[in-house]
């Protein structure tokens, strides 16, 4: 049978797997991701797409940062029910330094698009209300390598 020429727009080879212990203990459950490099048959750009289950309150980036690509950080609500309540409490904090920071505190489904250059971080996941209906914690990068730059740490 001839394969479809809109094949290539379908991506099928994602990955589920255990977080890595030694990087977040506190993430339980396992992720499902994907990353691309550059071109493929479609010419997309190069990206990585996580979706991480959140299921109990921890800082999970202390420490703020900055990359050259864009991201986009989304914060999903797990109840299917009602997946606009995000059952939880997130911080994060933003700015145009690593010394002017704002935080900001989201209790609905959020996204946050971290233009290349942008500072951010802390991330902080302060509460989930039901481990059973987890933040889902979807992180899309256009890149297939990531990279940053950390702010000083001896401020």
Known sequence: MEQSKYEKYIIRDLWHKSYPTDFHAE?????????????????HPPFTLSWVPI?????MAPQPHVHDWDEFLMFIG????????????VELSLGDDEDHLE????TTSTVVHL???????PLNFKRVNDPAKPIIFTNLMFTSEYTMTMAKADK
């Open 27 to 43: 993430v339980t459950k396992p992720v499902l991701g994907l990353r691309k490099d550059e071109g493929g048959a479609s010419g």
């Open 55 to 59: 299921t109990e309150a921890f800082l």
């Open 78 to 89: 797990g109840d299917a029910t009602n997946m606009l309540d995000l059952g939880g409490e």
């Open 103 to 106: 935080k900001f505190v989201f």
């Open 115 to 121: 233009v290349g250059g942008l500072w951010h971080c």
